[in-house]
């Protein structure tokens, strides 16, 4: 898919009230002011928001660690599939990081 070339320009004039409120909003949002502009002028797909690096390396790192509990529990279970069972704490955690990994994830993609 071939992208448009941006070729004109809008200019907005505000007072320093509302500049503020404008640089607030586009940083909660992760936005630049390009971007914030089209999100709000257009809607959400007009804007190139890509989600941030950080929150994309926890996400890994949190994902590593399900693997990894994952890994033990088929360990357990081909090693004694009549008596495996999985300890709460074990549980809990599974469930900790999955969490983590769904909070890392909205934070990417929040709009």
Known sequence: MEEKKKLRDI???VTEEEY???RQRK?????????YAR???IGPEAAHKFP???ALAAMLGELGKIG???????RAYNLSPM???LPEKDFQRI???IQAVRDYIAKAVKL
């Open 11 to 13: 200019k907005i004039r």
């Open 20 to 22: 503020e409120e404008i």
């Open 27 to 35: 940083d909660e949002h992760g936005l630049s002011f390009t971007d």
């Open 39 to 41: 999100f709000t002028m």
């Open 52 to 54: 941030d690096r950080k």
């Open 68 to 74: 990894s509990n994952v890994n033990q529990i088929a």
């Open 83 to 85: 008596t495996a069972h």
């Open 95 to 97: 469930q900790q990081n």
